[in-house]
């Protein structure tokens, strides 16, 4: 195993990359910091990451988005730099309420949202919230979360297995053992190590709020959508399974594909399918057409 102070060289050359053209900038809210990266400009494009990753994840996708688009992926409250929620078991309502705010605050009326992973429980509440900001909304391997019922059994169970891997193993553990299940059987190297390096960057406080979310919440409690929405999901994802984000995006009423050649992490693993799917849907919300 390298040591924690070495960063590979294709993750090196990521993060250089990242600084230097999907920089960070901290945001002053009312009464928190919330953390964005940004690039490009005209139409927004708004990025929501999963619950091990981060902003950085979306870099390759941003940069060939950012050459028609304005790009704003965040790291989600308790995720890098940005403050966490006041609740210790928030609901997605809280994580749109933030969302909200830094709209407001980057003067964004109107945005293609993508949520991938978890990032689509709190992109499917903003979605009901606030319809009128959302021109149309991608979701990417949508976690259904297990907070109906009907799970509860199941949701103990998840709940406690993260919650003991965060405890026993701490977040670089956790991401030197999780990386490879993000993706797809032979993944590159260079996507491995970049799934490695934003799972590295996990708060434990951020990661435990998540992990509420996560398994406090349910995607299709926010149903029905009052704004267009499409499911996309990785062909060989092992986490939100095809067959899973099929029945969601069947009772959501949205169309679905699949992303070849690519597990969970398929903004990571396959980012130049994944942003022409984007670039497609963003024109499709500009004409108001409707799959």
């Not at 704003?72 to 609901?91: E, H, I, Q, R």
């Not at 406690?160 to 026993?168: D, S, Y």
């Not at 979310?213 to 267009?228: F, K, S, T, Y």
Request: proline share 8%.
């Amino acid at each position: 195993m390298l040591p924690a102070t070495h960063t590979p060289a294709p993750a090196a050359e990521l993060e250089a990359l990242l600084a230097q053209r999907f920089a960070q900038r901290t945001l002053v809210l009312n009464d928190s910091h919330q953390a964005i990266r940004e690039t490009g400009s005209g139409p927004a494009v708004v990025l929501l990451h999963g619950i091990g990753s981060g902003a950085g994840s979306w870099l390759e996708v941003a940069l060939q988005l950012g050459q028609h688009a304005r790009v704003v992926a965040w790291d989600a409250p308790g995720y890098g730099d940005s403050t966490p929620l006041p609740p210790l078991a928030p609901k997605a309502e809280n994580y749109a309420e933030r969302l909200f705010q830094t709209l407001d605050a980057l003067n964004i009326e109107h945005c293609l949202l993508v949520g991938h992973s978890l990032g689509a429980i709190t992109a499917a509440a903003f979605a009901r919230l606030h319809p009128q900001r959302v021109r149309r909304l991608v979701l990417i391997s949508p976690a259904q979360g297990y907070g109906d019922p009907a799970r509860d059994i199941q949701r103990q169970q998840v709940r406690k297995k993260r919650i003991t891997a965060l405890e026993q193993l701490g977040i670089a553990q956790m991401a030197a053992q999780r990386s490879a299940a993000m993706l797809s059987p032979h993944p590159s190297v260079k996507a491995l190590e970049w799934v490695r390096w934003n799972m590295a960057r996990l708060n434990p406080q951020g990661y435990r709020q998540a992990i509420e979310l996560l398994c406090g919440d349910h995607l299709l409690r926010h149903a029905p959508l009052a704004v267009p929405c499409e499911v996309h999901c990785g062909e060989a994802d092992g986490i939100t399974a095809p067959e899973t984000c099929l029945s969601l995006a069947k009772a959501l009423g949205a169309p679905f594909t699949l992303i070849p050649d690519a597990g969970h992490a398929s903004p990571i693993e396959q980012p130049c399918l994944v942003a022409g799917r984007l670039a497609f849907a963003l024109k499709e919300s500009l004409t108001g057409s409707v799959q």
